[in-house]
């Protein structure tokens, strides 16, 4: 088998988004599977890609809660006996 079998981590990489969104024809995307697991360094990269796109969504995910109430008693008390501190 040959190098030239597999895409390129460029290749890769530019079509990270439509593999994720999962409109990625499925040849290349066959293609794509075959590149990752001959290539560690494009499966942290995936991987870390999914983990940036997690964190997009969380933060932009409305939430329901209440801002107040969220912390706990324990670290409002250490923020006040720090703030006594760094007065003295
Ligand atoms: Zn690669």
């Known amino acids: 088998m040959s190098r030239n079998d597999y895409i390129t ?3 890769l990489i530019d079509f990270i988004a439509d593999y994720l969104d999962g409109t990625l024809a499925p040849e290349f995307r066959h293609e794509f599977d075959r590149h990752l697991t001959v290539c ?3 499966v942290a990269y ?3 890609y999914k983990k940036t796109i997690a964190l997009g ?3 932009l995910k409305p939430s329901d809660e209440p801002a107040t109430g969220q912390v706990p008693e ?6 006040r006996v720090a703030r006594q501190q760094a007065n003295q």
Do not use: T, V
């Open 9 to 11: 981590c460029r290749e």
């Open 40 to 42: 560690p360094p494009c």
């Open 46 to 48: 995936l991987d870390a």
């Open 57 to 59: 969504k969380a933060a």
């Open 74 to 79: 324990g670290l409002l008390h250490a923020i």
